[in-house]
């Protein structure tokens, strides 16, 4: 049980209106609800928020009595006298007179649009009421609330979001983020309006969420954005005065969270990392991980840059149904997409799409080749050379998982953005070892490899150059027919039934001294040998000249979620290791870490690998190629268990600790996460 301190201040100071209703301190208010703040539910703020509201505000009087504007300019008074201070602009202004373009009017924090409706409690609650200058309010509209680059991309925004807005506005076409010294403040308010109308009995239901549905009106982003201003803009005694006599002067209710500021975290939870690729939060999918899926689990193997464009894709591993699949001819300049071209997103449809199928865009013999919509710009490939990119949205990166260069080639990672042009692109890390081909350039291509085999090798086959041919003159009929992907022959119970991605490299120190961590992600029997390497694997072999480690796994063996590891003391059986051959020494200009183990019929199994080089070699080279920083990629890793990052010294994995085995195997995969 975790204890958590719940403090309070109570503000006094000059009111302008006196208390029409009683019950609203702190101590009276809340006396109804059971036990303390930790232990109040979101039902239990509900029911007295809506008991509590004693009086429901006209809009406009037409009597001059008591009214929506009345409120404002009491609870929102400027420095001044006879003065209010404007949400968006952070300045003040005559309260008199008002409503009119050239003076101030009354912001709805969450939009009439977006669920609040024309009359009734929600329509003039004052807690989520604001004076704003008219025409910026007109700027903000209905959007959502949220920094630039969230939903969409950064060269969307416009800072200020008005130029009559405060200098730290900014707005793109969906969202507006207000000042950063209101934004507690109204994502405190948007708190309130939630939980205040939460449906039920026929109420008003209003919904805060990073996941919004086109086909419902109710809802309003991002909560995690709100959920970060609420803590990057904590309550002041300017909001704690306000919170007081709205409800003794005007409404008779409370907002709970600027009372108690950790109600937010107990009934919204904890916020999402920020999306990197301006697309919004990933929704919808388990664990917000791309369902599991990773480079080279779906490729292209046919394209017509010839009017129409037509693309040709191949499942190599289940695509879950409610995948979001995205397509683009945008360049990645190794952190981000460029917005200069287009993208088409699928959405695997019920049922999902098996390994081996072929399905595509832009051609109705391909399956879903006329079901792509449109996700920014236009997808339009240049028959003078292009690339395509194809991936999905992780919880705070982009999963990328399959490429094509038809431009001779792929360019260096991190130039400046616009030397990429509409024809060029860096390789994403991802993609380095598996996933991509690089062709000559020609107008069109078809792949006519092998359509059956392991994933593993028809991913190498996809991935070669002499697997294609290509045209300048002839369009091609895109591959329809489907591939069967067979399952590796590796016996499930060799190394006492560890294979692949069982283990997992977490952190590499090459700087002396050597330090190597893992993570089992199964349990490893007792007994189990496990060997760990420097040396290059070739394809078929280990190359001799460096060295190799033996763990042989204790009594009881290592249960799954165990991290162990070698060359510090802090981790468990590091002093357990001895030596099987050479000497292993990490060279900190660049290396490669393979771990091992023999199946009962002496064959390798390969279970990790990680590379600090930046890619891996091909197989098959004459031994010396390889050097003492190279290594072949083990076929068997080609789906899941290698690691590929760039050059470093050092390195740790820092990403997600829980979930399933496939989604934390492809986490520890990306090289984001590292």
Same mark, same amino acid.
């Given at each position: 049980?975790?204890? *958590? ?86 300045? @003040?202004?005559?309260?008199?007179? *008002? ?42 509209? %209905? ?43 109204? /994502? ?12 039920? %009995? ?27 201003? *609420? ?21 008779? =209710? ?5 009372? $108690? ?42 394209? %017509? ?65 006329? @079901? ?138 090459? @700087? =002396?001294? @050597? ?26 072999? $280990? ?26 003391? %802090? ?95 492809? /986490? ?7």
């Amino acid at each position: 049980h975790t204890a *958590h301190l719940w403090i309070q201040f109570f503000i006094l100071g000059p009111l302008v209106s006196t208390a029409t209703y009683s019950g609203c301190d702190i101590a009276t208010y809340y006396q109804s609800l059971v036990g303390t703040p930790e232990d109040w539910s979101r039902s239990d703020l509900h029911d007295l928020l809506g008991t509590t509201h004693r009086n429901i505000l006209p809009y406009t009087s037409s009597s001059g009595g008591d009214d929506a504007w009345k409120a404002l300019i009491d609870l929102d008074s400027g420095s001044a006298p006879d003065t209010v201070k404007l949400i968006y602009s952070g300045i @003040d202004v005559p309260a008199n007179p *008002h409503g009119t373009s050239s003076t101030w009017n009354r912001e709805h924090l969450w939009p009439k649009s977006r669920g609040v409706e024309y009359e009734g409690a929600d329509f003039t609650d004052v807690h989520h009421l604001r004076p704003a200058d008219a025409n910026v309010n007109s700027a903000r509209n %209905n959007k959502h609330f949220s920094e630039c680059g969230i939903a969409e991309a950064m060269s969307e925004c416009t800072t200020p979001a008005h130029p009559e807005a405060a200098v730290d506005t900014s707005a793109d076409p969906t969202t507006f983020s207000p000042p950063a010294s209101v934004r507690g403040d109204i /994502a405190r308010a948007l708190f309130y309006m939630d939980v205040r109308y939460s449906g039920g %009995n026929d109420e008003l239901d209003l919904v805060l969420t990073d996941c919004l549905d086109p086909n419902e009106s109710n809802q309003l982003g991002y909560l995690s954005q709100l959920l970060k201003w *609420h803590e990057q803009d904590p309550v002041d005694d300017a909001e704690r005065t306000r919170n007081l006599q709205a409800c003794q002067a005007w409404q008779g =209710n409370r907002n709970p969270f600027v009372d $108690f500021p950790n109600l937010a975290s107990q009934i919204f939870g904890t916020p999402s990392p920020d999306p990197s690729w301006g697309n919004g939060y990933p929704c919808g999918l388990p664990d917000g991980t791309c369902s599991g899926l990773g480079g080279g689990d779906v490729m292209i193997v046919t394209v %017509n840059s010839d009017n129409p464009d037509v693309v040709a894709l191949v499942a190599l591993s289940d695509l879950p149904e409610g995948t979001d699949l995205y397509m683009t001819d945008n360049a990645w300049t190794g952190s981000s997409f460029q917005t200069n071209e287009g993208t088409v997103k699928l959405t695997i449809p019920t049922g999902g799409i098996s390994a081996g199928t072929v399905f595509g865009y832009g051609d109705a013999s391909l399956l879903h080749g006329n @079901d792509w919509i449109g996700a920014g710009g236009t997808f339009s490939l240049a028959a003078s050379g292009d690339t395509i990119l194809l991936y999905c949205l992780g919880a705070n990166n982009i999963v990328h998982l399959g490429g094509l260069s038809l431009s001779n080639g792929w360019a260096q990672s991190g130039l400046d953005p616009s030397s990429y042009g509409t024809s060029t692109s860096a390789l994403p890390a991802g993609l380095s070892s598996i996933g991509a081909v690089a062709l000559p350039h020609k107008d069109n291509v078809i792949y006519n490899g092998p359509q059956s085999g392991t994933k593993g090798a028809i991913q190498t086959s996809i991935s070669t150059e002499g697997s294609w041919n290509g045209s300048d003159s002839q369009r091609y009929n895109p591959i329809t027919t489907s591939f069967t992907v067979t399952i590796p022959t590796t016996s499930a119970m060799d190394c006492n039934g560890v294979g692949p991605g069982d283990i997992m490299i977490i952190l590499m120190n090459s @700087d =002396n001294p @050597d330090t190597v961590a893992f993570v089992a992600l199964s349990d490893i029997s007792e007994g189990t040998e496990l060997y760990m390497t420097d040396n290059a694997w070739t394809g078929s072999k $280990f190359r001799s000249g460096e060295g190799t480690k033996k763990l042989t796994i204790p009594n009881g063996g290592i249960s799954t979620g165990t991290i162990f590891g070698y060359g510090d003391a %802090n981790l468990d059986y590091s002093d357990n290791w001895v030596g099987a051959g050479g000497t292993f020494s990490l060279s900190a200009s660049g290396d490669t870490v393979l771990l091992y183990c023999f199946s009962d019929a002496n064959d390798y199994v390969h279970l990790a690998a990680l590379s600090f080089t930046g890619d891996w070699e091909i197989p098959g080279l004459p031994d010396s190629d390889y050097g003492t920083s190279k290594s072949a990629l083990p076929a068997s890793l080609s789906d899941v268990g290698a690691v590929t990052i760039g050059h470093v010294d050092n390195c740790r994995y820092d990403g997600r600790t829980f979930g399933s085995k496939t989604v934390l195997q492809q /986490a520890i995969l990306d090289p984001d996460y590292w």
